[in-house]
């Protein structure tokens, strides 16, 4: 039984419905030891046969069968296992890969092989020095004459240790000198037991080898033996496997390494959408930080105001009563509940001047002692004003007041709904910052005041402590949340702490709305990494068609495109988040100088959420050419200029 053996192959094209037979019935037999000249003139078909024996072309009739296992129905994958572990090309161009140290070139077919990666490197050094190129392992292929590419062509071929040598032309770009290297180094392929099957129109070469194969319009028209086939040595094979992860990563980055200026461009491009983003999202956070750190300077943050949530103005609906409070007391992480009461209009008459303040309210542990400029907080029978307010009845000194007495005057309604008016004497406690209106009493006063004219006092707000400022949150929605017997909202939040919550939602809306259309960026970024990737498809085909021929996978192509799609994005959103932290730096010391707050808050999940978003962006956009990359045709591609 024959090593090779093709039975009747017969292969033709279609042009415009009409039909080109190329192969009109191929039946040889080849085994190892032998150098076979498959001879003829351009045209013959001798180029399509090799494609077909190598295992680059499935669409034929007839059988290709090695060592008696038919290769007619093998799938794509056991073609390609086919070319990795039998098949070794050697090309008329050469077809080195160019961005690859011709080291590299060689350890291409070696990364598909189970030695570890030192020894790849000594088998790769070592067949080098064999071709004589060993001095020359660490150049680039545009850095070697036609005769030192074809050794190393040579040398990748046989890096696997294949049984078979194709050489389609191997010596047509050569000159007579490096054309007789070539040949004894083939003879020494031959004689080391594999079966070298070189392709070539040239007489002198076929005369080399030891047999002639001679095509002519499709068909054999005469097989020569010139001399006995090399004598055959068996050996161990070189374990096989497909290309590895770590080999796509290690040539995606040398792919990278060799367009620096181009991807470092990409980069700086595709990270100004990333850096945008992160910024307005830091922007927002930091901003919003700086209202909330000035509205709870002056109120306690984990203190909520709440009242019945009721457009009527009847005192009775909008009275919180004991059952209110002991269902507030009821909520998880609240600590106490205390009644308030707040009106409009008060009277405050001092030494003659009278002035109007537009509110007056009960104090509560809401109240920072901060907030008392001086003096102290009221007790029973004692009021607190806030400082604008005092400077009405003493301009310069608004502190002096501390300590006299003033009369307060409230408007409340009787059981008739006529209003009745409350006067009471009070002792000025202190002197606040305003920040709790601009009069301010206990509840207690309050009630004296009502029962001095016989009147039902009813507490019109209650403000729930909260145990800890992370649970506010929780706890305002829970209160949102309860509902009264008709199934409708019972309560709504009042006071600074209700502004804050949708003052900090309109914030964070608005820097969303920003980080969008900053977002809009990532988009073109998107589009730009697209195109790069089309572009370097096209200048990478024959590349490809090198790699498949080697028997890369389709699926190893695609990732090849992927991993440089992964550090684009990678190193877009690396240098996108050293952009933000040197503008939040720099915006913040300016920011401490004159409000003394950082105004861009960048945290750890943003920096994250960039990474990610960047890197799925970047991916996403490489799908459609790194798809279009693995499926093209390898002849096709080896054939593209």
Not at 238 to 247: I, N, Q, R, S, Y
Request: charged share 20%; proline share 2%.
């Amino acid at each position: 039984m024959s090593f090779l053996e093709l039975k009747d192959i017969r292969k033709s094209y279609r042009m415009n419905k009409s039909e080109f037979p190329v192969l009109k019935g191929i039946s040889l037999e080849f085994d190892r030891g032998e150098f076979v000249s498959i001879l003829g003139e351009s045209g013959g078909g001798k180029t399509t046969l090799m494609n077909i024996i190598g295992g680059l072309d499935a669409q034929y009739e007839g059988d290709v069968l090695l060592n008696g296992q038919s290769l007619r129905q093998a799938s794509t994958k056991q073609l390609d296992t086919y070319r990795r572990q039998t098949i070794g090309f050697i090309f008329q161009n050469f077809n080195l890969i160019s961005h690859l140290s011709i080291l590299d070139n060689v350890m291409v077919s070696l990364q598909m092989t189970k030695l570890s990666r030192k020894e790849q490197r000594d088998r790769a050094t070592d067949l080098l020095d064999q071709v004589g190129l060993k001095e020359h392992r660490h150049k680039h292929p545009n850095q070697l004459s036609g005769g030192q590419k074809q050794r190393v062509a040579i040398a990748r071929a046989l890096a696997s240790d294949p049984d078979i040598i194709i050489a389609d032309e191997p010596t047509g770009a050569l000159d007579s000198q490096n054309t007789k290297e070539i040949l004894a180094l083939m003879d020494d392929i031959a004689a080391s037991g594999k079966l070298v099957i070189c392709v070539t129109h040239s007489q002198e070469v076929a005369d080399h080898g030891t047999r002639i194969v001679h095509m002519a319009d499709g068909v054999i028209d005469h097989d020569t033996a010139l001399k006995d086939p090399f004598p055959v040595k068996d050996g161990a094979e070189m374990p096989a496997k497909h290309l590895g992860f770590g080999a796509t990563v290690r040539m995606a980055l040398q792919h990278m390494r060799y367009n620096l200026g181009r991807n470092l461009l990409i980069i700086f491009g595709a990270s100004i959408g990333i850096f945008s983003v992160i910024l307005m999202l830091g922007l927002g956070k930091g901003v919003k930080g700086y209202i909330n750190h000035e509205i709870y300077s002056q109120i306690k943050p984990t203190a909520v105001q709440v009242a019945q949530k009721t457009d009527s103005e009847n005192v009775k609906k909008l009275e919180i009563k004991d059952a209110d409070v002991q269902r507030l007391k009821k909520l998880s992480h609240v600590k106490k509940v205390q009644l308030g009461f707040f009106t409009q209009g008060a009277q405050v008459q001092s030494n003659g001047t009278t002035s109007t303040a537009q509110m007056v309210q009960t104090v509560s542990d809401q109240l920072l002692a901060k907030s008392v400029k001086k003096g102290t907080r009221p007790a029973t029978g004692e009021v607190m004003l806030g400082k604008a307010f005092a400077q009405k009845f003493n301009k310069k000194h608004p502190y002096r007041l501390i300590g006299k007495k003033v009369k307060v005057s409230l408007t409340a309604m009787d059981q008739h709904h006529l209003p009745v008016v409350m006067t009471k004497t009070l002792k000025v406690s202190g002197v606040s910052d305003g920040s709790g209106g601009q009069v301010q009493t206990n509840l207690q006063t309050i009630k004296n005041m009502y029962q001095s004219k016989n009147l039902t006092f009813r507490a019109n707000f209650a403000t729930v402590m909260i145990d800890s400022l992370s649970n506010v949150t929780k706890v305002q929605d829970k209160i949102r949340a309860m509902k009264n017997s008709d199934g409708k909202a019972q309560y709504q939040l009042t006071g600074a702490g209700a502004i804050v919550s949708t003052l900090n939602t309109y914030i964070q809306l608005a820097f969303y709305v920003l980080a969008a259309i900053a977002g809009i960026s990532l988009l073109v970024s998107a589009i730009m990494i697209i195109v790069v990737l089309y572009i370097s498809v096209s200048e990478r085909t024959k590349e490809i068609g090198i790699l498949r021929a080697l028997g890369v996978r389709k699926r190893d192509v695609k990732n090849l495109f992927l991993s440089e799609a992964f550090f684009l994005g990678l190193f877009s959103s690396i240098l996108a988040l050293v952009f933000t932290e040197l503008v939040a730096l720099f915006a913040n010391n300016i920011a401490n100088k004159y409000i003394g707050y950082a105004i861009v808050s960048v945290t750890g999940n943003y920096l994250v959420f960039g990474i990610v978003v960047s890197v799925v962006i970047s991916l996403i956009a490489a799908l459609a050419p790194s798809s279009r990359a693995a499926k093209l045709d390898p002849i096709e591609a080896l054939a593209y200029e």
